[in-house]
């Protein structure tokens, strides 16, 4: 069965061979009539052939290839491309058997070269979209202080339990966040907004940053709402799942805290609230590698609906004329 490590394998070999322009493969006698597919280097040897395993594997098991990062899914299909089930092999006892594979695998480097150019441009893309999604995100945190004058906003990080990282897949991982934003929209009356974002790491392996908006007017207790989302996580992934309460320790943001309340008129508190938000539209290098084309590592609550402002309109800086 495929995993996600053997993903992220191919992923470490096309990062390599973006560093590399000039990685070839060469075949090297070893004695004792044997014959070694060389690379270089035992990495880079090592990368090319976990790389190639994985082609292969996905392969066996998934009819197509549908994987968001456009450098996994070109290298995936390359292999595909060429009909030689002996390409992971490193030694053989014949030359000819060995040149021939040697040559395949540039044939498949080569080819990568020069598709990974228009990659690139799918990648810009991305990024592009990457910052609207930042500035709409903005004006999103913008909006719910628009139609709200206080937001109590409380972030907590989920994560998974470590005897659960070898077991966990993608599609497992998104369902639980499917699952669990669900049951919070329909816990907390008060929930007015929220955003989210999905990241790999290999201490953390999936884990997920997550900032909530309430209206300051119904709930005031940030640490306990946070503690009240991290158990609402834990009893999603049947007591599997970790978190952590950052309104629980809001002294390691120093000078740039933006979580519990952030009151309408606060211009800096708003603003460093809006920088640290719009970081969760960051693309995730390890979760495009893992993930579908049609599956997201970043959303939001759905757009707030803007408040009828019959009467005097409320402006920031005439906030002393509004209290007369």
């Not at 992220?8 to 390599?16: C, E």
């Not at 002996?86 to 030694?91: G, N, T």
Request: glycine residues 4%; hydrophobic residues 35%; aromatic residues 12%.
């Amino acid at each position: 069965m495929f995993n996600v490590q053997e993903l992220l394998d191919v992923q470490s070999l096309t990062m390599t061979l973006n560093n590399f322009h000039d990685f070839r493969v060469n075949v090297r006698y070893v004695g004792d009539d044997r014959y070694e597919v060389w690379a270089g280097n035992f990495r880079h040897g090592e990368e090319l052939r976990k790389a190639i395993r994985a082609a292969l594997n996905y392969l066996d098991v998934y009819r197509t290839i549908d994987i968001a990062d456009p450098d996994v899914s070109t290298f995936v299909q390359l292999v595909q491309d060429i009909d030689n089930p002996r390409l992971e092999h490193r030694y053989h006892a014949d030359r000819a058997a060995a040149e021939r594979i040697c040559r395949d695998i540039n044939q498949v480097i080569t080819m990568f070269q020069r598709k990974r150019r228009m990659n690139a441009k799918i990648k810009s893309d991305r990024k592009r979209m990457e910052a609207r999604n930042s500035r709409s995100l903005a004006v999103y945190c913008d909006n719910l202080l628009d139609a709200h004058s206080r937001l109590l906003v409380v972030r907590v990080d989920l994560g998974y339990a470590k005897d659960r990282y070898d077991f966990l897949t993608t599609h497992e991982v998104i369902q639980d966040r499917i699952k669990f934003l669900k049951k919070v929209s329909r816990k907390f009356d008060g929930l007015v907004g929220y955003a989210w974002g999905m990241e790999y790491g290999w201490k953390r392996r999936y884990h997920f940053h997550m900032v909530f908006m309430f209206n300051g007017a119904v709930h005031r207790s940030d640490v306990r709402l946070g503690n009240q989302l991290g158990e609402l996580w834990k009893d999603t992934c049947h007591t599997d799942g970790t978190y952590f309460n950052c309104n629980a320790d809001t002294a390691r943001y120093r000078d740039s805290c933006y979580l519990g309340m952030v009151d309408y008129y606060d211009e800096y508190k708003r603003q460093v609230m809006k920088d640290k938000v719009t970081y969760l539209c960051k693309l995730d290098d390890y979760v495009t590698a893992l993930i579908k084309k049609n599956q997201r590592c970043y959303g939001r609550m759905e757009t707030p609906v803007r408040r009828s402002r019959a009467g005097r309109p409320r402006t920031r800086h005439t906030r002393l004329a509004d209290l007369d």
